[in-house]
Nanobody, 123 residues
Framework: VQLQASGGGLVQPGGSLRLSCAAS????????IGWFRQAPGKEREGVSC????????YYADSVKGRFTISRDNAKNTVYLQMNSLKPEDTAVYYC?????????????????WGQGTQVTVSS
């Protein structure tokens, strides 16, 4: 099970980025996929997840209305579209997988993690 996160970068406040989480070695839609982030000096926090069962989506309050998670089964990839970015969104973003189909954005619920991608929101 391998996950590859990409798409991070430097963006101005109010801008947008789309992160990708590509899976290899397993079929991504058999797993719940979560996005998490960790800012310097802070604990890792959940951002969003999409479940394996029915594709339900969940968001942290801090990103509701600005971020959208989606899944492309043909490409075995999950995306996180991030709009109206704020400086406080600056962090390393990670994707992770859980085989139990859970609906959770708690990091401890996830078994497989990709490497992070840096998102910096700054003018």
């Amino acid at each position: 099970v391998q996950l590859q996160a990409s798409g991070g970068g430097l963006v101005q406040p109010g801008g947008s980025l789309r992160l990708s989480c590509a899976a290899s070695g397993f079929t991504l839609d058999d797993y719940s996929i979560g996005w998490f982030r960790q800012a310097p000096g802070k604990e890792r926090e959940g951002v969003s997840c999409i479940t394996s069962s029915d594709g339900s989506t969940y968001y942290a309050d801090s990103v509701k209305g600005r971020f959208t998670i989606s899944r492309d089964n043909a490409k075995n990839t999950v995306y996180l579209q991030m709009n109206s970015l704020k400086p406080e969104d600056t962090a390393v973003y990670y994707c992770a997988a859980n085989p139990m189909g859970i609906a959770s954005i708690e990091p401890y619920e996830y078994d497989y993690w990709g490497q992070g991608t840096q998102v910096t929101v700054s003018s």
